[in-house]
């Protein structure tokens, strides 16, 4: 398999929690295992369609409206 060096991002733990947390849920409900990359393109997908974008990079870049990427606390003010 190539390798491309793509950039892997830093998931803080209160996210990954929440995802584990959501994994269980779905897996409750639908009584079948989801694996966690399913879940993430799912919650990815769902992100890009609710912004009415398509597939393209600078669909991509323009996604996140300025006020929703204002509002994301830096990891300098993230709480623990």
Do not use: C, W
């Not at 994994?23 to 393109?41: A, E, S």
């Not at 369609?49 to 990427?69: I, M, V």
């Amino acid at each position: 398999m190539p390798s491309y060096g793509l950039y892997q991002p830093f998931i803080e733990d209160r996210n990954v929690r929440r995802l584990y947390r959501l994994k269980v849920r779905f897996k409750n409900k639908l009584h079948k295992r989801m694996p966690m990359t399913v879940l993430i393109n799912r919650i990815l997908d769902d992100f890009f369609d609710a912004q009415g974008e398509g597939d393209s990079e600078s669909d991509a870049l323009n996604a996140a409206s300025p006020e929703f990427l204002l509002a994301t606390p830096s990891l300098s003010e993230a709480q623990p």
